[in-house]
């Protein structure tokens, strides 16, 4: 079993910064990818960026040069830092892995709890 925990969400004002950090635990697991979604209120979950194991990064266009995603793959984290964030980055932002482990060695998604992210105007 594969458990993610996520850290570092908060109250900023528009233009600020913050970061995100997320930690997988557990044993017997190879990590293929981790990222992060967002879910505003009334609003659908929503990709936000995802980086592979070998370091491939993917953004949505609306944090593309605002939004930086790293891993570091022997801890097993991923941190998001969030620059120039916006009102409309407001969201619980969800950390999630796609996690392969024994004996089947099938993928499966794993989910953070969610950390709210407030930006005020």
């Known amino acids: 079993q594969v458990q993610l925990v996520e850290s570092g969400g908060g109250l900023v004002q528009a233009g600020g910064s913050l970061r995100l950090s997320c930690a997988a635990s557990?044993?017997?697991?190879?990590?293929?990818?981790m990222g992060w979604y967002r879910q505003a209120p009334g609003k659908a979950r929503e990709f936000v960026a995802s980086?592979?194991?070998?370091?491939?990064?993917n953004y949505d266009d609306s944090v593309k040069g605002r939004f930086s995603i790293s891993r570091d793959n022997a801890q097993n984290t991923v941190t998001l830092q969030m620059n120039s964030l916006k009102p409309g980055d407001t969201a619980v932002y969800y950390c999630?892995?796609?996690?392969?482990?024994?004996?089947?060695?099938?993928?499966?998604?794993?989910w953070g709890q969610g950390t709210q992210v407030t930006v005020s105007s």
């Open positions: 557990g044993s017997g697991f190879r990590i293929n990818a």
């Open positions: 980086c592979s194991s070998g370091g491939s990064t």
């Open positions: 999630y892995a796609r996690v392969v482990a024994g004996p089947s060695w099938t993928e499966s998604v794993y």
